[in-house]
């Protein structure tokens, strides 16, 4: 059942409300500036980390195809401990069906070729998607390589020169950065089928490979890190989203002995969170028409439109809102059944249980503040991994008033100073690159 068909019956104030909401934001979106993460975290124990980034690998494994989709992952200790599911609204079939499958090679100790197997054949459209963008502006790094004075092969490989022992003196520094790049323009072209074949999971452990030594080299840091041309910042947002993948199947293989802990019989106990949720926001959703009708609703003179060329554009006058999977996740789960057994050895130390949630992206500005809010009125410390402090057009009220009320209640504020700073010439204005909305 979709999300949507559950929400239908929405009431008009909702429905004005979110329109609102999602017209604020989708302003904040477009001007391209975080406006931070809300919550101060104290830095987590040992073993807290190492649940918190499990988590978190395990979400990116599940992800899936579904564009601007999250999925978020927590661990339930009331027996029989649970790992809890959820993505931004009800799973769909594929999910339970993929989530099985994985967690069946998870706990039958399969190598990271399979696990690299499953995710190419459970998220080929998105790793497709970002292989295209990841060729794309090779060329111009490529350029940028011709014109780098390659440091000695020690700094510039500070993780891999073991692995370069016999090639090291034979080629030199500058060859072997443009190798990766030659590896990775040749696999990011090749587009994955629909079921990958062993020589479509070998490709992609090259390019994984290359892109993961190009990435920690010196000219990485130095060159494209300090590039502000677009070319490079996109080659490096693609490189990183695809090494992510690498980076959680590499981390749930090493971590084995520590997930066995938890499971330590056959089976990795799992579940999906299902709505409904009465009363949220998610829905299609109307919006003024021109992105100068929606900034005169808070400045109602305001005309200094000259300030907004790659906005003007990218608006949207119609949005979809969904419940993003962090608050799906918290609302199904706390609220449909038993609220979570907190951890005995937690309860110990801290006043207010800690829960950990891992995700397969940071956690948006709104959900971020949503979870502080939650902490104050229900008294459970739920905690991500990391917030990227933007915010998103099509984030839903969750329809728990008090909380939602307290997170919107931030936002024209917000809005304000971003209009104020662009107009006064304190900021400099989002390029189109930047646009999330
Ligand atoms: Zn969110």
């Keep these: 059942m979709s999300q949507h068909l559950l929400t239908s019956s929405m009431s008009e104030s909702t429905l004005s409300r ?3 909401v999602s017209e604020q934001l989708q302003i904040l979106a477009l001007l391209g500036h975080p406006v931070g993460r809300c919550a101060d975290f104290p830095p987590l124990g040992r073993d807290d980390e190492r649940e918190l980034k499990l988590l978190d690998s395990v979400a990116i494994c599940l992800l899936g195809n579904i564009p601007g ?8 200790r009331s027996p029989p401990l649970t790992l809890v599911l959820a993505r931004n609204g009800n799973p769909i079939h594929e999910d339970l069906q993929a989530s099985n499958e994985f967690f069946r090679l998870v706990k039958s100790d399969a190598p990271s070729a399979k696990l690299l197997r499953f995710v190419m054949n459970h998220s080929s459209a998105k790793l497709n998607t970002t292989r ?22 020690d700094d510039e490989f500070p993780m891999h020169n073991e692995m370069f022992r016999e090639t ?7 060859e072997l950065l443009k190798g990766c790049l030659d590896s990775i323009k040749l696999h990011a072209c090749h587009e994955l ?7 479509d999971v070998d490709a992609m452990s090259c390019l994984l490979i290359t892109g993961r030594i190009l990435r920690s ?16 910042i996109e080659f490096l947002k693609q ?13 749930i293989v090493t971590s084995k002995p520590f997930l066995h802990r938890f499971f330590p019989g056959d089976k990795i106990v799992h579940r999906w969170v299902e709505g409904p949720i009465e009363s949220t926001g998610a829905n299609t959703v109307g919006l003024s028409k021109t992105f100068l009708g929606a900034i005169q609703k808070r400045v109602p003179k305001f005309q200094d439109i000259h300030h907004f ?9 119609s949005i979809v809102t969904l419940v993003h999977a962090h608050i799906w996740l918290i609302i199904c789960h706390t609220l449909h059944s038993n609220a979570l057994a907190p951890d005995p050895m937690k309860l110990k130390h801290r006043s207010i249980p800690l829960q950990l949630m891992g995700s397969s992206e940071p956690s948006c500005r709104c959900c971020d503040r949503w979870i502080m809010e939650y902490r104050e009125h229900h008294n459970v410390h739920w905690r991500t991994s990391s917030g990227h402090g933007m915010a998103y057009a099509n984030w839903a009220l969750a329809g728990i008033g008090a909380i939602d009320t307290a997170v919107v209640s931030h936002i024209p504020s917000f809005v304000d100073e971003k209009l104020l700073e662009i107009t006064s010439g304190s900021s400099t204005t989002s390029n189109d690159e930047n646009i999330h909305v």
Excluded at 168 to 174: A, K
Excluded at 193 to 199: F, H, L, N
């Design 132 to 153: 295209r963008k990841l060729a794309l502006p090779i060329d111009t790094i490529y350029g940028l390589l011709e014109s780098y004075e390659a440091v000695s092969f």
């Design 69 to 76: 989709d999250i999925v978020a992952v927590t661990l339930d």
């Design 239 to 251: 490189l990183d989203k695809l090494l992510l993948y690498r980076d959680a199947i590499n981390y």
């Design 18 to 20: 979110q329109s609102d």
């Design 217 to 232: 080299s010196t000219f990485s840091k130095s060159v494209l890190e300090a590039s502000l041309q677009y070319p490079a």
């Design 309 to 317: 060329d790659a906005q003007l554009n990218n608006w949207q006058d």
């Design 168 to 174: 090291r003196g034979s080629v030199g520094v500058r």
């Design 193 to 199: 089928p629909e079921t990958v074949a062993d020589s």
